[in-house]
């Protein structure tokens, strides 16, 4: 491997094979320092991310006035402020991170205070509008600093009226999750109608399972109701683990399921909170040899040596079928991802970087407003030396690194990975042989 700061080469890899330990979730990480800040008392963080995203948050928090400190590398001691920011007036700054931004949006807007919320000019490009329509039916006073539909924001003190809302749910889970993370703070019962189905379900059940470890229940009816009962809003449970990402976990699953394996890795397994462990369904549906433990995830390639084209509905792994895309060029036949409207609102236009991209490797690309039908070149031979474009999106360079078990590549600003995997690359060198 060659680095720089502009590009790093990826020789060709012969097979993949080892075992790792995932760093922590970025969607657990950001949402358990937002309910532990949230909470009343002290919560015992550990194995948080460290990672561009978790710091925006950890350090909005820490400019709001609450008080984290760190206890060892991934281990912090979150005091919670009962629903009560010290901090009244702030400018906070919050880069690209979605998981930040949004549920900070809510839970500012229910609070009183005075804040602009801002972040990185792609950030300024990624819709809010249908979480701040659902905000203003409360009576939230938030203003838009650019264009309309999108950051920056400005928030200012409002009287809440407590009543009945709608939130569209077939653009981005990160809405409903920040409305259902803030709700706590109205003290009052709440009802959220979710308007044209939910995308990317398993999100919002993370986000309920994590906000019941903090001692508060929303109360489901089907994924169209959700009502909030609890009026003393969230209690530390004391120490919470954030397991391993099961986002990160895709590439090194991937790499063994194309390059002979088997590749373990340990953090997450059966028992996962997050949507995207069906990612192994998939590879087992493709011919993947796959195991799992409670804690770990094992896969190796077919025993017949050769993947199979999938035809795939996406929802639930949003973030994951980026990485299928590249399984996607090892497989026989065309793999077709469905689902995948998402990925447009994303870090870039995932959907137009991707088929861009492959079809630079000499892909067959269809695209269309929600999918992609990816056929891999005639005898999968993948052309050699293409510098891939990562749009300055983590989930792109991390992907494309797995074109180098089939043809050297060539990943231009490889740093952006520290988004939500800094030691990435190290990782990923960790289990390939040349």
Avoid at 147 to 174: C, D, H, M, W, Y
């Amino acid at each position: 491997m060659k680095n720089s700061i502009n590009f790093m080469d990826l020789p060709v890899v012969k097979t993949a094979r080892g075992i790792l330990q995932l760093p922590g979730s970025k969607s657990i990480s950001n949402r358990i320092l937002l309910l532990s800040a949230l909470a009343r008392g002290v919560t015992h963080v550990r194995n948080l991310l460290i990672s561009d995203d978790t710091l925006q948050m950890l350090n909005a928090l820490k400019a709001l006035g609450v008080l984290i400190t760190k206890t060892s590398e991934n281990d912090y001691l979150v005091h919670g402020v009962d629903g009560q920011f010290p901090v009244r007036e702030a400018d906070l700054f919050l880069g690209n991170a979605g998981t930040a931004f949004r549920p900070l949006t809510a839970t500012l807007a229910l609070t009183h205070g005075h804040y602009r919320l801002s972040g990185v000019p792609r950030m300024h490009q990624r819709p809010i509008g249908d979480l701040v329509d659902a905000l203003r039916q409360l009576g939230a006073d938030i203003t838009y600093l650019g264009n309309n539909g999108f950051p920056p924001l400005e928030i200012k003190a409002a009287n809440i009226n407590v009543v009945p809302i709608t939130v569209r749910g077939n653009i981005s889970s990160q809405y409903l999750t920040s409305l259902l993370i803030a709700s706590p703070l109205i003290r009052e019962m709440l009802t959220i109608e979710v308007l044209g189905g939910i995308i990317s379900q398993p999100y919002i059940n993370l986000t309920l399972s994590l906000m019941e470890r903090f001692s508060v229940q929303i109360e489901r009816k089907e994924w169209r109701y959700f009502t909030f009962h609890n009026k003393h809003g969230y209690s530390s449970p004391g120490e919470v683990f954030v397991e391993g990402d099961a986002s990160s976990a895709s590439y090194f699953l991937a790499a063994g399921a194309i390059g002979g394996g088997p590749v373990r890795v340990n953090g997450v397994g059966r028992n996962s909170l997050q949507g995207d462990i069906y990612f192994t369904k998939a590879l087992e549906e493709m011919g993947a040899q796959i195991s799992l433990g409670d804690d770990w995830i094992e896969v190796r390639a077919p025993e017949s040596g050769r993947l199979k084209a999938i035809n795939i509905d996406c929802n639930h792994i949003p973030d994951a079928a980026m990485t299928l895309a590249i399984v996607a060029l090892f497989a026989d036949g065309a793999t077709t991802l469905k689902n995948i409207a998402s990925w447009r609102v994303k870090e870039t236009d995932r959907l137009v970087a991707m088929a861009k991209e492959l079809r630079k490797l000499g892909a067959e690309v269809g695209e269309g407003a929600d999918f992609l039908r990816i056929t891999p070149p005639r005898k999968r031979e993948l052309s050699p030396h293409i510098a891939i474009d990562t749009y300055d999106d983590h989930r792109m360079a991390m992907c494309f690194s797995l074109v180098s078990l089939g043809t050297p590549v060539r990943i231009i600003n490889p740093d952006c990975v520290t988004k939500t995997f800094p030691n990435y690359f190290r990782e990923f060198a960790s289990i390939v042989e040349h």
